[in-house]
């Protein structure tokens, strides 16, 4: 008897059935038996079905004589002729990921679950990009003693991602529905509402494969949601699902059942509802209605707010309104035409009706340069290559100035338009246009007052035939049906593409290597050219910066360079770019007799002879660096090498404290100059002197408090986002009225802040200098970064969120000092409790004191202002005479 029976279904899928077994039989579970359960194929299925027993005696063939129309039929036979313990279910057309049926049968026996239930990943044909389906209901390994325990996990009513035992499966004598389309929905449910016990595993087991609409082949079952009869289907397994709950005595759980239906099969036909003719639209909105009103209102409820309006407007037959709104649940999400706001409350509309109600939105509440328009085109046609299009702009919030101006953005180019209101509201504008590139072409609102500027795409009707230019194709792209130009891939751009594919070759990393190393035995350095470079291009900021300035401030005869990143700005008046990593800046870095930076300059290139490097750091603190971080801390010895070299680069360091001297120079094995004069970024800090307007540049209300977030990142985790680890949207809720949030986020994280909290929180991650973050501020929220060394100077209250203590310590990045013995502010592990702090945060800070002082004196007692003046000296003191080295150890 093997350990597990695979049932792989199939009809008319002989091309991809082979994939499907080939995946079982990889398995790293190898006693196993595969059973091709066939439905009356038409095509070569049966020749490639036996071809598959030849080969591997674990395979078996059954095939049906008459096709039964949907997937349940050859599932039983499956299950029918299953000779092992336990059974799993895939389609033909997708796939097991290797250890799938190994991990799950290790589940089934450690837990005796009556099934296990794994993490399904939607494989992208067309791109190669997966994505987790319904992730947070994996989010965690357990065991759930019956559905009551965790209704929520109705919304996996999938059968190809569990593992069940045969003899469970006989002994409720489960069987799929033959009769119906979806069967999976009725057979989970009835399985959810007999077992005993049942397991969930949060890594992925089931490779569900997405081929793109109008592709090659006969569309699977779930992508046929264009046919009414689909809908049909799915309806009454619906409606059969509810009646088997009734029948097993849970009656009660039917509601959760059914908000299973709103949230995901309502959803399935609601997102590309935009796209369907009207007619269709009146007939989906007919057939779900009388099962919609079936569903409790509490339950309805329970929904994000365009489902919610969506539910609400398929109930009183409003087709018009259903078709603009379904158009603001995916994509971009435009905003309404209309919205009525009243008592505190925004309406989806013209109307005031509970199941309207969109404030959780706060699309009201946005500032301007995140505030959101509606345009949509009305007419859109070309002569040649000119083309002429009229747009209708909505301002369903009133968010647009006294005074303004507008224009319309084809990427980097920007054309001149000019609204005039229009007798039904909001502005019209006609304009003629020229594309000479794909782009997504915008319009743009800027006030004069300010000079915010709100951007929004533009809508199309879905309908509207594709218009093909000399370059490019205008046509609506996805569910929103959004306008985009997208370039022609012809063969007139082959040259184009094969210069540009030449290019990229004699631009590899390597070949700039050899070119730089060539350079600097060629061509002597310039000891009056220096190169600067803060945090690898991001930015002209940091302790760069401030010694950039005072050499500028006292003439000192050096032409300045700064390396910056594609599309940074913010660059000192009057100073040469060049772009990091281009073929300007080998040259540069070749030539430059003076490097100066806050992180390092390309660890491979080595520093040319009689060029001087300035190091000054970017921060201080408790974490682990250097050869004592994750990633130099292993046995690997060419990281360290190359490590090694680079610091052995550094002419001097500049040191802000002797505890950073002390922790900073052994970890790093640095043995040269250490320039003990303070940090010269944090001058201004000392001085308490902005160089920027935050509360401007980040509309940030007068009368709300700023609490400046600013979470250092995760090793294990970089760029995922979650380094924010504060319920952002709990202290909107308690906070909004008082705190506005600025999110400083590392600049190796990803973070993209929700739009329903942009009232609330203010993205920062790319602000050019942190410091007037830090001097606008009244609080500062952290958990491990270097900040809270900095934030130190201004003696304004600290508090940090340290749910992950344990864990960073000792299994993440590693510290050197036991933050919550020494930190200047309390440290919280929960929203909860940071919130309680924020509310007496004057007595709070007070209870710190001498903490907060001790903690001054162990990072922050050489800073007094005059960092930059006194690296400078000690540095560059003789760059206009020629003379010498000009470093020297300052400890």
Known sequence: MPDCTVVVITYNDAARLPRAVRSVLRQTQRDLEVIIADDASTDDTARVAAELVRADPRVRHLRREVNSGGCGAPRNDGLDAAASPYVMFLD?????????????????????????????????????????????????????????????????????????????????????PEDIHYEDHVFATEAYAVARRFAVVPWPVYLWHRVRDGSSGSPSISLRIREMENVRHRLVAAWRSDDVLRAHGLAGLVPDRQERFLRQDLRVYLNPLPRRERVWVKEF??????????????????????????????????IDDLMVAAGSLTGHRPPPRAAVRADGRTYWGTTVSPGMDITSLRLAELPFSASRLRHEVTELSADGERVRMTVHTYDPFGVLPVEWRACLRLGREQVPIRPVPSGEGGYTTEVDFTVRRGCEPRIAFTSLATGHTTCDRLIVHPGAEPIDLRRVRLEACGHTAYLRAREHRSIRSLPRRIARRLLRIAGRPRHKLLAYRALTMLLPARRDLALFESDVGKGCTGSPRAVHDEIRRRGLPVETVWSVARGRGDVPAGARTVRRGSWRYVWTLARAGIWVDSHGFPLDYPKPRRTRYLQTWHGQGIKSIGFDAPDLRSDFDRPREVWRAAVARWDALVSPSEEF????????????????????????????????????????????????????????????????????????????????????????????????????????????????????????????????????????????????????RLRERGVYHDLPAIAPGPCVTTTGELIDRLRDLPGVHASYASRYAAFRDLWCADERGDAASRVVTAFFGDAGRGGGSGTGRAA
């Not at 057309?93 to 099934?115: N, Q, V």
């Not at 996990?153 to 499966?169: A, G, M």
């Open 285 to 318: 909105a007919a057939l779900v209605r009388p099962y919609m009103e079936r569903i409790p209102a509490e339950v309805v409820d329970r929904l994000d707010p365009m489902t919610r309006v969506c539910c609400h407007l398929i109930l009183e037959d409003r």
């Open 661 to 808: 001297s002390r922790l900073f120079a052994r970890a790093n094995g640095y043995t040269g100059p250490i320039l003990r004069y303070g940090t010269p970024r944090c001058d201004a800090l000392v001085r308490g002197v902005p160089r920027t307007d935050v509360h401007a540049r980040l509309e940030i209300p007068p009368d709300r408090r700023i609490l400046l977030y600013a979470p250092t990142y995760r090793d294990r985790a970089m760029g995922g986002g979650a380094s924010v680890r504060a319920d952002l949207a709990l202290m909107a809720e308690e906070l909004a009225d008082e705190w506005v949030v600025i999110l400083r986020t590392h600049p190796v994280e990803r973070y993209t802040v929700p739009e329903h909290l942009r009232y609330f929180v203010r993205p920062a991650g790319t602000y050019p200098e942190v410091n007037d973050l830090m001097l606008a501020s009244d609080a500062l929220l952290t958990d491990y970064s270097s900040v809270m060394c900095d934030y130190a100077i201004t003696g304004k209250p600290m508090l940090f969120l340290i749910d992950d203590w344990d864990d960073y």
């Open 92 to 176: 033909s057309d997708d796939e097991l990921p290797r250890h799938a049926c190994k991990s799950l049968l290790a589940e089934i026996r450690r837990t005796g679950a009556d099934f296990v239930s794994g993490q399904i990943s939607r494989l992208y044909e067309w791109t190669g990009r997966t994505e987790p389906y319904y992730p947070e209901l994996f989010a965690a390994r357990r065991v759930v003693e019956g559905i009551r325990e965790e209704p929520r996990l109705f919304l996996d009513s999938f059968t190809t991602n569990k593992l069940y035992r045969v003899s469970f499966l006989r002994e409720h004598r489960l069987r799929f």
